[in-house]
Every structure is written in C-alpha cells, then in structure tokens.
C-alpha cells in the first residue's frame, strides 16, 4: 500500500508533539474502508491484510511518521493546561486530489504522554458513532473530519465492563485547535506560538497578515459551521475549546446527537449539568471559544494592550455573523434563499411549534419540504396560520429546490446508532454499514432505507449519551 505521505507538524519544535508509536492490536480485523476517501487522499494499492496492520496500528506505514500532539483546552470553561492525544497518534499527512493538505489520525492506539489516567484506547462503541455521524456530517454539506477506516483490535477494553477494543482511522484539514495555541501562550512561549501561528496561517488561511486577521477567519469558519449544525438539529455536546478546530471543521464526535423531537434547550450529553453546550447556546458558545483563541493569540502582537480592542471588534463581529449565518441557513430550510429581516419571526414561529408540540426536527422540514406538513403535524394548533403565512412568504419563489438541498430525509439518528454499536459490539457490522449508506445520500427518498428516516418511538429514544471515551 502506498500513502503518498508529506509531513509538515513534524517539521515543526519538538516541545509541540511527542513521537509516539502505536500500542499493538492482539487480532486486528478491518471492519470498515471508505474507498472514495482512500481514492481522494490518493492512497494506492493494500491487500486486506495491510491495511489491517497500518491502521489497527501494528504496522507503520512507510512515509509514516506517528506522533501524539501536545495541546490544552477549556474543558466546560475550566482551563486544563494541559490534555494532547491522549489516544490519538497522526501518523502524517498528505496533499489529496485536490491539492488539499489532509492529517491521517488513528484514535484509540494506545497511551502516550498526554494519557493521564487514561489507557488511550478505545472501544467499538465511540468508533462506530465516529464513523458513521462524520460520514453523514460530510454528506449534509457540513465541515467535518472524515472516517477512512476502522479496525477492531481483538482486545478486551475495560469501562464499565469488558468491551471489545477499535481503532479509528480519522482524516482531517489539521488537527490544529484553539487548544494547541493556549497550551503554548499559558506556558509563555511566545516563540513556539509564533511557529504555530505561522504554520497555521500557511496551512489554512495564506490570505491572513496578522493575528487579528487569523482570528476573524476562523471566525467566519465557525459561525458559518455553527449555524449548519443547528439548521441540522446537531447538538455537538462537548465544544471544549481543545473539540475546536483552526480550520472550521466539526471535530470529536463524543456525546453528540441530532436532536428528534425538538427542544431548544436540549441538552444529551451526562456530563452537561449546566447546558452549557445545549442546542441553543451552541451560537454563544462558539464565541466564546474564538474569545479564547484571540486571548492566546494577543502576545503575539507588538502591542498587547492595543491589540485588545482590535481583537475585541472581530469577537463582538462575530455575534453578529453567527446571527446572520442562522438566519440564512433557516431561511434556506423554508425555501427562502435571500432572507430579509421579517423572516427570522417566521422562522422563529415554526421553531416555537416545533418546540411546543415536541415534533421531530428533521421530519418537520422535510414534510415541510414535500408539501405533507399539515398531514404530518396534525395536533400542532397555530400550525394552519403558520402555513398560510408561509405560503404568503414563498409564493412568488420557487421555494422546493432550494428546500431538497437542506432539508435531508435522514440524519444519522442516535437510536439507530446504538442498534449499530449494539450488534457490532456482538461481532455484527451489518447495520452499522446499512446506517454508513444511509446516511451518505441523506436527501434522497430511498424506499431502501426508510426505517433510518423513522422518529424513534418514545421507547427508543436516547435521552442521554456519554463521552464514552
Ligand atoms: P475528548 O473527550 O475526546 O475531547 O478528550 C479529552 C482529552 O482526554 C484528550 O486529551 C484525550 O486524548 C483524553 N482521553 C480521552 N479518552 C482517553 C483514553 N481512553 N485514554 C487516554 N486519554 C484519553
Ligand atoms: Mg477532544
């Protein structure tokens, strides 16, 4: 097997990483390959058996150079000074067909430095969620890592029992978070958080010239990305400023879930007590945490003290484009594509329904979308008048294209996704790869896969997830 790998975060200061290689897995066993991904990052050739070794992490591949990223993070707005790959190691990176500069990850390979108490392992449960929700993640259009493999390892990883033990082999644009700035300004140094600074600056935005500039385009990625989320009833669950990437895509997928029936204060994961992280502050959240990457950020300009303020007109701007982001995805979900300021009180209305009558997120939009809704949401009262105002709305549009393009049938629902852990904890991979082609072709109707579409009865919704590590 060849992976045309060209590293780069190994080039930079050895104090920002530790080489690492991975913990050998007793019986590996390649569960699942995503081939067009593979095609894309223009890796050739690989019996089973290669693969198998390369990312069940008992083979390093050649051109492979693994190491465990050092970084630190705001954990539910406690700092942490310091987390890293605690049960992750990049093997390297490549530029893919589109001349994109893409990390190969496995995560679940074993402890490194930045383990803690942890055994750097992971079990099949969190890999399967993983795969399966960043696939569908990157079908519905939205930023995301991707899922290029996962391997079983034929050891036994102990939580609150004996589980069978996986590796994922996850890609992404970089690993870079707002956390592998902080750990570098909260140790003071400045001249590893320049290297960062410049590498970061080169990798993903060529076109920023200061910090400030860096600052206001991770910026606009993340509020254009949290908007998408929540215009998908995506509640992320875990937005730690180290689960917060430079380059603006969705990372982590732990104790997330799209929501079914809808509640704008819904919160799953067991660890959120406060909702910190509920759907709906998600919008203030994500603010936050660039707050955060711009505090980092201030040592690094020849003037701290009058860099605040600078600084401080990209976070209050970012209010404003997350607003602005939200309003224009709903809008689209309605069928408007160029909203104007009365339509945020028609979204708004529907929203308020759907939260008052419980009705299913997804299954709300997409009746919506095929002209059933009225059908669909019998016992929501106000929804007749909510409809004539919006047919008054739409009716010199064209509203329907626009409406199938972001108002998918399936989304990877939770309850469906712990029938796939359910039976591959089992040794069964079936569902879990049913679920994978389900939710890559999320908007189309495809008698096929109808029983992914269904809301779970009240029996089988998942109420609550974990971090699950
Ligand atoms: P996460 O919840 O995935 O964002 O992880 C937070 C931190 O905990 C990161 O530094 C992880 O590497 C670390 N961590 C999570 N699970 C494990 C584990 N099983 N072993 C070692 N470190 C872990
Ligand atoms: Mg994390």
């Known amino acids: 097997m060849q992976i045309p790998f060209d590293n780069t975060y190994v080039k930079l200061p050895d104090e920002m990483y530790h080489r690492q290689i991975a913990e050998a897995a007793s019986s590996p066993e390649l569960v699942a390959w995503n081939d067009a991904l593979a095609a894309e990052l223009g890796i050739q050739g690989g019996t089973e058996a290669e693969k198998t070794a390369v990312f069940g992490g008992n083979q390093v591949p050649e051109g492979g150079e693994p190491l465990a990223q050092l970084y630190a993070g705001h954990q539910f707005g406690h700092y942490n000074p310091q987390l890293g790959d605690g049960r992750a190691l990049l093997l390297g990176e490549v530029v893919d067909t589109h001349g994109r500069r893409r990390d190969i990850q496995l995560k679940g390979s074993g402890r490194t430095p930045f383990s803690r108490g942890g055994d750097g392992r992971a079990w099949v449960g969190p890999v399967i969620r993983e795969y399966i929700v960043s696939e569908g993640m990157h079908a519905l259009g939205v930023p995301t890592t991707r899922a290029l493999a996962a391997v079983t390892t034929g050891d036994l990883v102990y939580r609150e029992r004996a589980l ?174 160029d909203p104007e300021e009365t339509d945020a009180g028609l979204i708004e209305s529907l929203l308020q329904l759907m939260h008052r009558f419980d009705l299913d997120f997804t299954n709300t939009f997409h009746a919506l979308t095929t002209g059933t809704l009225d059908a669909y949401a019998k016992q929501a009262s106000g929804l007749t008048d909510w409809l004539r105002r919006w047919e008054t709305r739409v009716a010199p549009l064209n509203p329907e294209p626009v409406m199938r393009g972001v108002n998918p049938w399936i989304i990877p629902r939770n309850h469906q996704v712990e029938r796939a852990i359910q039976a591959a904890v089992d040794g069964d991979f079936t569902i879990m790869h049913r679920m994978v082609d389900a939710v890559t072709q999320p908007f189309d109707v495809n008698e096929r896969f109808r029983e992914f579409s269904i809301a779970p009865e009240p029996g089988e919704e998942v109420t609550v997830t974990f971090c699950g590590t």
């Open 164 to 337: 069978p033990g996986a590796v994922l082999t996850r890609v992404a644009a970089s690993h870079i978070r707002v956390g592998t700035f902080q750990v570098l300004a909260e140790r003071q140094r400045y001249d590893l958080l320049e290297a960062l600074y410049e590498y970061t600056v080169q990798r993903h935005y060529p076109e920023a010239t200061s910090p400030v500039e860096l600052v206001a385009h991770v910026a606009a990625k993340q509020a254009e990305l949290v908007a998408q989320w929540m215009g998908y009833g995506f509640i992320h669950g875990v937005m730690n400023t180290d689960n917060c990437t430079l380059s603006g895509e969705t990372i982590d997928y732990g104790p997330c879930a799209f929501q079914d029936r809808f509640d704008l204060a819904k919160v799953f994961s067991s660890i959120d007590h406060h909702g910190r992280y509920s759907y709906s502050s998600q919008a203030n959240i994500i603010v936050w945490n660039m707050a955060q990457l711009a505090n980092a950020l201030v040592p690094l300009m020849p003037s701290p003290e009058a860099a605040v303020p600078e600084f401080q007109q990209v976070i209050s701007h970012m209010q404003r484009q997350v607003a602005h982001a939200w309003q224009l995805c709903f809008a689209r979900k309605l069928g408007i594509s």
